[in-house]
C-alpha cells in the first residue's frame, strides 16, 4: 500500500514537474518570439543596388539597399498584413520607399548607454528649417515605416535622420525592447544632433516608434528638441502584449505568461515590461505632442493614443483619422496628414 501511494506521489511529482517544464518552454518560445531580434539580421541579405554616400564609412553591405529585395518574413499574420501600407496603398508605398533608396546620404555611427553601435542615415534639405529625427516601429525600417511622409518632410525643409533601431538594419544588438532601452537611443541621437546644429529638432515616432520618442520626452533632451510626433503608438509593453496574446494567439491565463515573460525579459534582455511605459514620461514631458491614429488600426488600438493624449500635460494634439488601419493615417487623409504636420511646425519652429 505505501508503494503505490509512494508511485502515486513520484508519477503526480513527475506530472507537475513535466507540466511547469512545458508552461516555462512554451513563455520562453513567447519571449524569444517577440523579443530576440538577432536571427533578423541573418536573413538579411546583404545587397549593392543604391548609391551610398561614404563620406563616414564605406559600406559595401548596406542591408536597406534594395527596397525590392526578398527577405525572409519574421511571421505572417492576419494582424500584419491586414494593417501594413501595402494592402490598399502599394504603389505608394512602393514609390516612397524608392524615393528613399535613391538619394544620397550620409552614414552615421552613435554608441548605446550598453556600448551597441547604432546607425542612421543623414539626408540634408536645402535651406533647412528644421531636423527630424525619424524613428521607425517593431522590426521595422525608416524607409519602410516613412516611405509615403519622407519626401513631402524633405521637400518642406527638413532634414532627415533615418535611424535603425537597435536590432534592426545596421544597429547592433539582440532583443528590442518596446521603448525601455530605444527611448534611451532616440535622446543618444538627440544629442548626436543637437551638438551639431541650432535649428530645431523634432522626434517623430511611428508605431513602437512612436512610443519610444514619447518615453524619451522624460530624459533629459538638447534644448533644441521643439516638439515630438506619435503615429499610432502604444501606451505600454505589458498591454500590448496582452492585446497580442489574447486576439493573435488567443492564449489563455496571459497574466501568468507576462508575468513569466517579464522574467526572460530581466534575465536575457536586462530590462523589465514596466519600464516600457508612456505614463511616467508624459507627466514629465513639457514639450508639445502631435499624435496621430487610425480608428481602423486593429495592431495597435486607437484608444492607446487616446489614453497618452489623456496622460499628456503639455501643450498638445490628437488627430484621429477615419478608417485608417496601422501605419495608414498619411495615406487614407495625405491632406489632413500633412496640414497638421506643417501647422505644428510652424506653430513651435
Same mark, same amino acid.
Given at each position: 500500500?505505501?508503494?503505490?501511494?509512494?508511485?502515486?506521489?513520484?508519477?503526480?511529482?513527475?506530472?507537475?514537474?513535466?507540466?511547469?517544464?512545458?508552461?516555462?518552454?512554451?513563455?520562453?518560445?513567447?519571449?524569444? #518570439?517577440?523579443?530576440?531580434? +538577432?536571427? *533578423?539580421?541573418? %536573413?538579411?541579405?546583404?545587397?549593392?543596388?543604391? /548609391?551610398?554616400?561614404?563620406? &563616414?564609412?564605406?559600406?559595401?553591405?548596406?542591408?536597406?539597399?534594395?527596397?525590392?529585395?526578398?527577405?525572409?518574413?519574421?511571421?505572417?499574420?492576419?494582424?500584419?498584413?491586414?494593417?501594413?501600407?501595402?494592402?490598399?496603398?502599394?504603389?505608394?508605398?512602393?514609390?516612397?520607399?524608392?524615393?528613399?533608396?535613391?538619394?544620397?546620404?550620409?552614414?552615421?555611427?552613435?554608441?548605446?548607454?550598453?556600448?551597441?553601435?547604432?546607425?542612421?542615415?543623414?539626408?540634408?534639405?536645402?535651406?533647412?528649417?528644421?531636423?527630424?529625427?525619424?524613428?521607425?516601429?517593431?522590426?521595422?525600417?525608416?524607409?519602410?515605416?516613412?516611405?509615403?511622409?519622407?519626401?513631402?518632410?524633405?521637400?518642406?525643409?527638413?532634414?532627415?535622420?533615418?535611424?535603425?533601431?537597435?536590432?534592426?538594419?545596421?544597429?547592433?544588438?539582440?532583443?528590442?525592447? #518596446?521603448?525601455?532601452?530605444? +527611448?534611451? *537611443?532616440?535622446? %543618444?541621437?538627440?544629442?548626436?544632433?543637437?551638438? /551639431?546644429?541650432?535649428?530645431? &529638432?523634432?522626434?517623430?515616432?511611428?508605431?513602437?516608434?512612436?512610443?519610444?520618442?514619447?518615453?524619451?520626452?522624460?530624459?533629459?533632451?538638447?534644448?533644441?528638441?521643439?516638439?515630438?510626433?506619435?503615429?499610432?503608438?502604444?501606451?505600454?509593453?505589458?498591454?500590448?502584449?496582452?492585446?497580442?496574446?489574447?486576439?493573435?494567439?488567443?492564449?489563455?491565463?496571459?497574466?501568468?505568461?507576462?508575468?513569466?515573460?517579464?522574467?526572460?525579459?530581466?534575465?536575457?534582455?536586462?530590462?523589465?515590461?514596466?519600464?516600457?511605459?508612456?505614463?511616467?514620461?508624459?507627466?514629465?514631458?513639457?514639450?508639445?505632442?502631435?499624435?496621430?491614429?487610425?480608428?481602423?488600426?486593429?495592431?495597435?488600438?486607437?484608444?492607446?493614443?487616446?489614453?497618452?493624449?489623456?496622460?499628456?500635460?503639455?501643450?498638445?494634439?490628437?488627430?484621429?483619422?477615419?478608417?485608417?488601419?496601422?501605419?495608414?493615417?498619411?495615406?487614407?487623409?495625405?491632406?489632413?496628414?500633412?496640414?497638421?504636420?506643417?501647422?505644428?511646425?510652424?506653430?513651435?519652429?
Amino acid at each position: 500500500m505505501k508503494n503505490k501511494k509512494a508511485k502515486l506521489i513520484i508519477n503526480s511529482i513527475i506530472l507537475i514537474a513535466g507540466t511547469i517544464s512545458v508552461y516555462m518552454l512554451s513563455c520562453l518560445s513567447f519571449f524569444k #518570439f517577440l523579443v530576440y531580434a +538577432k536571427d *533578423d539580421k541573418k %536573413n538579411q541579405k546583404p545587397t549593392n543596388d543604391t /548609391k551610398v554616400n561614404t563620406n &563616414i564609412k564605406a559600406n559595401t553591405n548596406n542591408t536597406n539597399a534594395n527596397p525590392n529585395a526578398k527577405k525572409k518574413s519574421w511571421f505572417q499574420l492576419k494582424h500584419i498584413k491586414v494593417n501594413h501600407p501595402k494592402n490598399g496603398y502599394k504603389k505608394e508605398y512602393n514609390s516612397g520607399k524608392a524615393w528613399c533608396f535613391s538619394q544620397e546620404m550620409k552614414d552615421c555611427y552613435i554608441k548605446s548607454d550598453e556600448g551597441l553601435t547604432l546607425h542612421a542615415k543623414y539626408l540634408p534639405a536645402n535651406d533647412p528649417k528644421r531636423t527630424i529625427i525619424l524613428c521607425h516601429g517593431y522590426r521595422g525600417s525608416a524607409f519602410g515605416d516613412f516611405a509615403y511622409i519622407s519626401r513631402f518632410l524633405h521637400e518642406n525643409q527638413c532634414n532627415l535622420l533615418f535611424i535603425d533601431q537597435r536590432c534592426m538594419g545596421e544597429s547592433e544588438g539582440e532583443y528590442i525592447t #518596446f521603448g525601455a532601452k530605444e +527611448k534611451y *537611443d532616440i535622446a %543618444n541621437w538627440a544629442w548626436y544632433v543637437g551638438l /551639431k546644429t541650432d535649428l530645431p &529638432i523634432y522626434l517623430y515616432g511611428q508605431s513602437m516608434g512612436g512610443s519610444a520618442v514619447l518615453m524619451s520626452s522624460g530624459l533629459l533632451l538638447p534644448p533644441n528638441v521643439h516638439g515630438i510626433i506619435s503615429d499610432c503608438a502604444f501606451h505600454d509593453m505589458k498591454n500590448q502584449l496582452k492585446t497580442m496574446a489574447n486576439d493573435w494567439f488567443h492564449l489563455k491565463r496571459i497574466n501568468i505568461l507576462l508575468f513569466r515573460v517579464n522574467i526572460f525579459c530581466k534575465m536575457f534582455a536586462n530590462f523589465q515590461m514596466n519600464e516600457a511605459d508612456t505614463t511616467k514620461a508624459l507627466q514629465k514631458n513639457t514639450r508639445p505632442i502631435l499624435f496621430f491614429h487610425g480608428t481602423k488600426d486593429t495592431y495597435v488600438s486607437f484608444k492607446n493614443s487616446v489614453k497618452n493624449y489623456e496622460l499628456c500635460r503639455a501643450p498638445k494634439d490628437l488627430v484621429l483619422v477615419n478608417d485608417a488601419r496601422h501605419l495608414c493615417s498619411a495615406y487614407v487623409e495625405p491632406n489632413l496628414y500633412r496640414k497638421n504636420l506643417l501647422k505644428f511646425f510652424n506653430k513651435y519652429d
